[in-house]
């Protein structure tokens, strides 16, 4: 074994390397502070490592990008953990800089012979926060995208080379493949091979004040072993936050990016003060020219506070201000979010989304990704149709246009019930022309119940779930208040637009009743010549029939339930 | 502040403390001696047992002091743990499609039975759906074959040359694959000639409605016996 270790020694230094190293002079001798651009390293090569790990299986591209992110997260072992490690990973290597160049700056590492190293070093938060924004668009998520989005506009904002540079960070006029691409090649090459530079020279430089601080007789104590567990029990902390918010939360996919959605964008938690300035300070003022100013006091810190003429008040502020105005901007991001309706019932529309986008992808994605499954998932197509072809005379729940029944609440009980007790209310059928039907007296209004279980009765998806007592009761009473002798309800009767000029209830609320509604509302079992509705026979083809008729079913949660989406 | 002139004490008992030896300057030492092994006192450590706190200097007698001994051996035993742990988990990662076998063996409906010429072996395109990794492409070529009728029956044989996994050719008088030169038998697939070490493989056939159908398979290459995958 010694002899094998010294032959090793003899070829190639290895042993006396691993002394020089673990005797390493840290000046100052052991200290907390010191352990944290160590944890900084490694918590920088845990990125490296699970960044590398993760290159395995993406692929960039805007019909591939989140379906090789969500294969990561749900076929591959381990795959969850090491994208939650890489997204929280990056979290605590902005913390770690920012923790190293507060301490760094409290103690003054930027006077001479460290300004070289002190602004390398500062270099270097550039450099985090680019790895942070090209990373967050990668997954090609709803985040990622309106992030992006937003990041880009803000950069188009930027006086004289706007344009330019929005154009360059999109490979284009718009998001698409060319930025993924692009933001892939600089998150995985370009960058890092930055902060390789960048990182090598700052470590050179921070070695080389070393040394001359200690040959001008600074105190120092070896790295080993006083500094070495500092470093791994910091280390060690970090990774415990790291690990656990990993298997706990994961990194989070949400749906695929759709360029035509209301999201409501937010950038990752350490840009969020960048995004609160925004608000506070609008432009290219809080964009560029207040963090800009920032860094460069930054930069020029050695100058103010020189050994010569020592400002040690303003160097504290200079150093202290920006993370505490940091902190202060992130703390009323949140408050400000957690307030706010709209963005929390946005969260909760993505959220929704993104499970399902989820659960259609698991059986396999089209060519087209999952944005071709969402864009035919037809409660959406649906939705997207009524949008188009209905709403200008239907609002939903109020809103769109005022010529037709509001169908927001369409087929759920207090829908049914309110139609049959007031028809001519103009929630129902008080805007149209349609006033034959009289309102229910008053008196009948304890029989409603029994008619809209009667009524429900009519679509056989709901029937099991119904009490037949009830539906008896219902059926009873609306041959007792002579409904069919206008609704068809039964073969026998002599309703519909034949009989009475009112739509044939019978099937009323199933699939095919909707869809022959649909087809041709005009027709003697519906609403014959009293009919006000255009027909879409012509206009929609059988799946967009399809598509509509299962949005207007989902708008009553029982029948949504009843009939699976697919 | 580091120049506290206390000795070292155990690092279990008070790891605050700062760790400079008083007697060793701290870049003196380690790199003047080339020749001793590896594990002697590079730094201020002390061979402090609880009984002999004393000695400042390294017993000479005793080259590798005990407990520094044991505190590498652990720091190499972490090391080798953190390593090893690292290693399992990427081969967890990226081993994970490995578990996933080849996609195959489908009836795959290859047109009228009419349309085969009698006795002349025709390439067929094998269509369906293909799945890759998250994709599910709807009909691609899975992969070709070569079939001939004979009467009412069909007689078809995968088109993947067996040796190196290229298609084969049909020519004049016999089937050829490009790649190595192997020949095959038009008529039962046998090696005619070439690398190939085996015949072209059998795929199972059915007529039903007039209609063909081939049973899309994968075989394994390179080997004499045949396998499917």
Redesign the interface.
Same mark, same amino acid.
């Given at each position: 074994m010694r002899r094998w270790l010294a032959a090793l020694e003899d070829r190639t230094g290895a042993a006396s390397l691993a002394r020089r190293l673990l005797a390493r002079p840290v000046p100052d001798g052991p200290r907390w502070r010191h352990a944290l651009p160590a944890a900084l390293v490694a918590a920088v090569l845990v990125q490296a490592i699970t960044g590398v790990a993760m290159t395995f299986y993406y692929a960039p591209g805007a019909t591939i990008a989140w379906e090789s992110v969500l294969h990561l997260e749900e076929r591959v072992v381990l795959g969850g953990l090491v994208r939650g490690l890489h997204a929280f990973g990056a979290g605590a290597v902005v913390v770690l800089l920012a923790a190293h160049l507060v301490s760094a700056g409290l103690s003054r590492a930027y006077r001479r012979p460290r300004e070289a190293a002190w602004i390398s070093g500062l270099l270097l938060v550039p450099l985090a926060l680019g790895f942070g924004l090209t990373g967050y668009l990668l997954p090609w998520d709803q985040k990622g995208y309106w992030a992006t989005q937003v990041a880009v506009g803000i950069a188009r904002a930027t006086p004289l080379v706007g344009d330019v540079a929005g154009q360059v960070m999109q490979g284009g006029g718009d998001l698409g493949t060319l930025t993924l691409t692009r933001f892939y090649a600089v998150h995985t090459l370009v960058l890092p091979l930055g902060l390789l530079v960048l990182g090598a020279v700052h470590v050179a430089l921070v070695r080389r004040a070393a040394a001359a601080r200690l040959a001008e007789g600074a105190v120092a104590a070896p790295w080993w072993p006083g500094q070495a567990w500092r470093d791994g029990l910091v280390f060690a902390a970090v990774a415990l936050v790291v690990v656990v918010l990993a298997a706990a939360r994961g990194a989070g996919l949400e749906a695929p990016a759709d360029p035509a959605s209301d999201y409501s964008p937010r950038p990752e938690w350490y840009f969020a003060p960048l995004r609160q300035l925004l608000t506070v300070v609008p432009g290219p003022w809080g964009s560029l020219v207040l963090p800009g100013g920032v860094l460069l006091l930054l930069l020029a810190l050695p100058w103010l506070d020189h050994p010569d003429r020592p400002r040690p008040r303003l160097a504290r502020a200079i150093v202290l201000g920006p993370p505490l105005a940091a902190l202060a901007l992130g703390v009323q991001a949140a408050v400000v979010d957690a307030g706010d309706r709209e963005h929390q019932a946005a969260r909760t529309r993505a959220e929704a989304e993104a499970a399902l986008a989820r659960r259609l992808a698991r059986d396999g994605v089209p060519p087209g990704g999952a944005a071709e499954l969402l864009w035919a998932h037809p409660p959406l197509r649906g939705r997207r149709l009524f949008q188009t072809r209905c709403q200008g005379c239907h609002p939903l729940d109020g809103v769109g246009g005022e010529e037709a029944a509001d169908l927001g609440p369409f087929l759920t009980d207090a829908w049914l019930e309110g139609v049959i007790r007031d028809p001519r209310d103009p929630r129902f059928f008080g805007r149209t022309e349609l006033d034959t039907m009289p309102a229910l007296e008053r008196e009948d209004w304890p029989k409603l119940p029994a008619l809209v279980a009667f009524l429900r009765a009519q679509d056989p998806a709901l029937a099991p779930k119904l009490d037949p007592a009830l539906v008896a009761a219902g059926e009873e009473a609306y041959f007792a208040l002579e409904c069919h002798t206008c609704h068809a309800i039964t073969d026998a009767d002599e309703g519909g637009a034949l009989g009475g000029g009112a739509p044939s209830l019978q099937g009323y609320g199933t699939p095919e009743w909707l869809t022959a509604f649909l087809r041709d509302p005009g027709h003697e079992r519906f609403y014959g010549d009293s009919n006000l509705m255009p027909a879409y026979g012509g206009e929609l083809d059988d799946d967009e029939l399809a598509a509509l008729v299962v949005f207007l079913r989902g708008r009553d949660p029982a029948r949504a339930a009843a009939t699976p989406d697919r | 502040?580091?120049?506290e002139d206390t000795p070292e004490p155990a690092?279990e008992q008070a790891?605050d403390a #700062? @760790?400079?030896g008083p007697t060793t300057g =701290? /870049?003196t030492?380690?790199?003047t001696e #080339? @020749?001793t092994?590896?594990t002697t006192g =590079? /730094?201020?450590?002390q061979t402090t047992g609880p009984a002999a706190p004393d000695p400042e200097q390294p017993d000479p007698e005793q080259p590798v002091p005990r407990r520094r001994f044991l505190?590498m051996a652990a720091v190499c035993a972490g090391a080798c743990a953190g390593v090893g742990a690292?290693g399992a988990?990427?081969a967890?990662?990226?081993?994970?499609p490995l578990r996933a076998g080849p996609a195959g063996d489908l009836w795959v409906d290859v047109g009228p039975l009419a349309r085969l010429p009698e006795g002349q072996p025709l390439k067929v395109a094998l269509e369906g759906e293909r799945?890759d990794?998250?994709?599910?492409?709807?009909r691609r070529t899975l992969g070709n074959a070569v079939a001939i009728r004979r009467g009412g029956e069909v007689l078809a044989w995968s088109a993947t040359c067996p040796h190196n996994g290229c298609d084969v050719v049909v020519g004049e008088r016999d089937l050829l694959c490009p790649c190595h030169v192997s020949r095959f038998a038009a008529a039962d697939g046998a090696v005619l000639l070439g690398p190939s070490p085996r015949g072209l493989d059998r795929l199972d056939t059915r007529v039903e409605d007039g209609r063909v159908l081939v049973r899309f398979q994968r075989f394994a290459l390179g080997t004499a016996e045949r396998r499917t995958l």
């Amino acid at each position: 074994m010694r002899r094998w270790l010294a032959a090793l020694e003899d070829r190639t230094g290895a042993a006396s390397l691993a002394r020089r190293l673990l005797a390493r002079p840290v000046p100052d001798g052991p200290r907390w502070r010191h352990a944290l651009p160590a944890a900084l390293v490694a918590a920088v090569l845990v990125q490296a490592i699970t960044g590398v790990a993760m290159t395995f299986y993406y692929a960039p591209g805007a019909t591939i990008a989140w379906e090789s992110v969500l294969h990561l997260e749900e076929r591959v072992v381990l795959g969850g953990l090491v994208r939650g490690l890489h997204a929280f990973g990056a979290g605590a290597v902005v913390v770690l800089l920012a923790a190293h160049l507060v301490s760094a700056g409290l103690s003054r590492a930027y006077r001479r012979p460290r300004e070289a190293a002190w602004i390398s070093g500062l270099l270097l938060v550039p450099l985090a926060l680019g790895f942070g924004l090209t990373g967050y668009l990668l997954p090609w998520d709803q985040k990622g995208y309106w992030a992006t989005q937003v990041a880009v506009g803000i950069a188009r904002a930027t006086p004289l080379v706007g344009d330019v540079a929005g154009q360059v960070m999109q490979g284009g006029g718009d998001l698409g493949t060319l930025t993924l691409t692009r933001f892939y090649a600089v998150h995985t090459l370009v960058l890092p091979l930055g902060l390789l530079v960048l990182g090598a020279v700052h470590v050179a430089l921070v070695r080389r004040a070393a040394a001359a601080r200690l040959a001008e007789g600074a105190v120092a104590a070896p790295w080993w072993p006083g500094q070495a567990w500092r470093d791994g029990l910091v280390f060690a902390a970090v990774a415990l936050v790291v690990v656990v918010l990993a298997a706990a939360r994961g990194a989070g996919l949400e749906a695929p990016a759709d360029p035509a959605s209301d999201y409501s964008p937010r950038p990752e938690w350490y840009f969020a003060p960048l995004r609160q300035l925004l608000t506070v300070v609008p432009g290219p003022w809080g964009s560029l020219v207040l963090p800009g100013g920032v860094l460069l006091l930054l930069l020029a810190l050695p100058w103010l506070d020189h050994p010569d003429r020592p400002r040690p008040r303003l160097a504290r502020a200079i150093v202290l201000g920006p993370p505490l105005a940091a902190l202060a901007l992130g703390v009323q991001a949140a408050v400000v979010d957690a307030g706010d309706r709209e963005h929390q019932a946005a969260r909760t529309r993505a959220e929704a989304e993104a499970a399902l986008a989820r659960r259609l992808a698991r059986d396999g994605v089209p060519p087209g990704g999952a944005a071709e499954l969402l864009w035919a998932h037809p409660p959406l197509r649906g939705r997207r149709l009524f949008q188009t072809r209905c709403q200008g005379c239907h609002p939903l729940d109020g809103v769109g246009g005022e010529e037709a029944a509001d169908l927001g609440p369409f087929l759920t009980d207090a829908w049914l019930e309110g139609v049959i007790r007031d028809p001519r209310d103009p929630r129902f059928f008080g805007r149209t022309e349609l006033d034959t039907m009289p309102a229910l007296e008053r008196e009948d209004w304890p029989k409603l119940p029994a008619l809209v279980a009667f009524l429900r009765a009519q679509d056989p998806a709901l029937a099991p779930k119904l009490d037949p007592a009830l539906v008896a009761a219902g059926e009873e009473a609306y041959f007792a208040l002579e409904c069919h002798t206008c609704h068809a309800i039964t073969d026998a009767d002599e309703g519909g637009a034949l009989g009475g000029g009112a739509p044939s209830l019978q099937g009323y609320g199933t699939p095919e009743w909707l869809t022959a509604f649909l087809r041709d509302p005009g027709h003697e079992r519906f609403y014959g010549d009293s009919n006000l509705m255009p027909a879409y026979g012509g206009e929609l083809d059988d799946d967009e029939l399809a598509a509509l008729v299962v949005f207007l079913r989902g708008r009553d949660p029982a029948r949504a339930a009843a009939t699976p989406d697919r | 502040m580091t120049a506290e002139d206390t000795p070292e004490p155990a690092p279990e008992q008070a790891p605050d403390a #700062p @760790t400079t030896g008083p007697t060793t300057g =701290p /870049t003196t030492g380690p790199t003047t001696e #080339p @020749t001793t092994g590896p594990t002697t006192g =590079p /730094t201020t450590e002390q061979t402090t047992g609880p009984a002999a706190p004393d000695p400042e200097q390294p017993d000479p007698e005793q080259p590798v002091p005990r407990r520094r001994f044991l505190e590498m051996a652990a720091v190499c035993a972490g090391a080798c743990a953190g390593v090893g742990a690292l290693g399992a988990a990427a081969a967890a990662v990226i081993g994970t499609p490995l578990r996933a076998g080849p996609a195959g063996d489908l009836w795959v409906d290859v047109g009228p039975l009419a349309r085969l010429p009698e006795g002349q072996p025709l390439k067929v395109a094998l269509e369906g759906e293909r799945r890759d990794a998250w994709q599910r492409l709807p009909r691609r070529t899975l992969g070709n074959a070569v079939a001939i009728r004979r009467g009412g029956e069909v007689l078809a044989w995968s088109a993947t040359c067996p040796h190196n996994g290229c298609d084969v050719v049909v020519g004049e008088r016999d089937l050829l694959c490009p790649c190595h030169v192997s020949r095959f038998a038009a008529a039962d697939g046998a090696v005619l000639l070439g690398p190939s070490p085996r015949g072209l493989d059998r795929l199972d056939t059915r007529v039903e409605d007039g209609r063909v159908l081939v049973r899309f398979q994968r075989f394994a290459l390179g080997t004499a016996e045949r396998r499917t995958l």
